[in-house]
């Protein structure tokens, strides 16, 4: 068992593994192994994920209650493994998991900085030696089969009790701004340029209807990253852990997330490969690029006031500028963009570390974790505050949109049936060159009557 000692009058204790004894400070709750990474990775500032240490905690405990079913730890031990993991998942020693992403590829040190904190943890409850962090908390374990499997963890639960909800929440929040602007036509554009009308509330059900398939790309991605690694142990073959282990952990893990988790039945699979978290990822992504889009029409629907197209009015939340007064910016629609560039960013690193499995284990995961828990965070938190500071806000400018539409020359599609494609177009041109109106510019060129212009043109059903 690793053994630790006080240094007396010392700030720190002399810990002991398997390479021999380490100076950790005398508060930590963590042991020999996680001072190792903590010292030999002082690498950038990006930590381990904090939903990857919850996922450790919900996979510790799932872990212990199958080894107590199959005989493989005592019922006091899973019970001590069991409390320590609620007081993690409670945030109570969030402060005990220093180590950085930038670390062993396999993510094996974090899984030893779980396993040394419970195993501290729960041996100060019991007064005693209970437990040691790798023939008691990490049994039947290796860090190749329990990192993927918080990683999957993580992923799962973030997409489906934060994006998911949020996402679901905007498009409530679209499909009453669509009801309100029922009946407002206004000119629609296309190559950014004047195109037919369209109503402001088709405008706004195509954003509603790319968040929805977002959603729906989103929740197709789940099943795969629910199937988990764990009882593969270090390539796949599950050496050193029971027969059923698998099995009933991933049950345990199922019953503790209220999530339909499996065990994945090719581990070998499921150690090297990540492409579950790629496709994940991928729909993140989508989800990101149909946020920016909509950011996007928003932003150019309220460029001005003035001299911009002015159709809608957005809220303003705060000063725009330091030096011009009264100047204010499209700052959460910013926020949107910036974010949709992160995620992509984001997503080449995950496809690039996910292309990395060699022979039965891939090595990229800790990069893979922070990346794909720092898109769904960022992308969930800057859903919420669109919807709220700006999109609930929006108001159409209806003089505006009545203006740009009776200007748009586009108008003159609705000739084509009556005069044919080439003439209409002459239409148009006569009229932007001279700036008629189409009427004016028809009429001049003799293709229609005025009455019968007039009969004809209607941009209220071009809808």
Not at 100 to 114: I, L
Not at 173 to 197: C, F, M, W, Y
Not at 442 to 448: H, P, Q, R, T
């Amino acid at each position: 068992m690793q053994q630790s000692r006080f240094v007396q009058d010392s700030d720190v204790r002399i810990e002991h593994d398997s390479m021999g004894e380490v100076q950790v400070p005398a508060k930590a709750l963590w042991g020999a192994q996680t001072q190792r990474s903590y010292e030999n990775f002082p690498i950038g500032s990006e930590t381990m994920p904090p939903e990857i240490i919850q996922a450790f905690a919900i996979l510790k405990k799932a872990a212990a209650r199958a080894n107590c079913q199959l005989g493989c730890i005592t019922s006091e031990q899973a019970l001590a493994i069991e409390q320590a993991c609620d007081d993690i998942l409670a945030g109570a020693y969030d402060d005990q998991f220093p180590l950085k992403v930038w670390q062993t590829g396999s993510g094996t040190q974090t899984n030893m900085n779980v396993n040394e904190v419970i195993a501290h943890i729960g041996n100060r409850a019991a007064g005693k030696e209970l437990l040691h962090p790798n023939d008691t908390v990490n049994r039947s374990q290796s860090s190749n089969d329990t990192f993927p499997t918080a990683l999957h963890i993580a992923a799962a639960c973030m997409v489906s009790d934060q994006l998911i909800p949020a996402l679901t929440d905007f498009v409530t929040t679209l499909h009453t701004l669509e009801k309100k602007n029922e009946g407002i036509i206004k000119s629609g554009r296309t190559h950014l340029q004047d195109a037919v009308p369209i109503a402001f509330s088709q405008e706004i059900a195509g954003w509603r209807g790319l968040i929805e398939n977002a959603i729906a790309e989103l929740e197709a991605a789940m099943p795969n990253v629910m199937r988990l690694a764990l009882g593969g142990t270090a390539v796949g073959t599950g050496l050193n852990a029971p027969k059923g282990f698998a099995e009933a952990a991933a049950r345990e893990v199922a019953e503790l997330t209220g999530k339909a988790f499996c065990s994945d039945p090719n581990k070998f699979a499921a150690l090297t490969g990540k492409d579950a978290l790629v496709f994940a990822h991928g729909a993140v992504k989508a989800a990101a690029a149909n946020m920016m889009k909509i950011a996007n029409d928003i932003r150019w629907l309220a460029s001005g006031p003035r001299l911009g197209l002015g159709e809608i009015t957005i809220p303003a939340n705060e000063p725009g500028s330091s030096i011009m007064p009264g100047k204010v910016n499209p700052t959460q629609c910013e926020a949107v963009t910036m974010v949709s560039v992160q995620v992509m960013g984001n997503d080449a690193a995950i496809g690039f570390a996910a292309s990395q499995g060699n022979f039965e284990l891939n090595v990229f995961m800790p990069v893979i974790a922070y990346n794909f828990c720092q898109s769904v965070r960022l992308l969930t938190d800057v859903v919420k505050s669109f919807e709220d500071r700006c999109v609930k806000g929006i108001e159409a400018n209806r003089s505006r949109m009545k203006d740009n539409l009776n200007n748009s020359l586009m108008l003159v599609t609705c000739l084509n049936p009556y005069i044919g494609y080439e003439h209409a177009a002459e239409v148009a041109k006569r009229a932007y060159a001279r700036n008629e109106s189409l009427r004016e510019a028809c009429v001049a060129l003799g293709y229609l009557s005025a009455e019968q212009f007039d009969e004809i043109f209607t941009p209220e059903e071009m809808v």
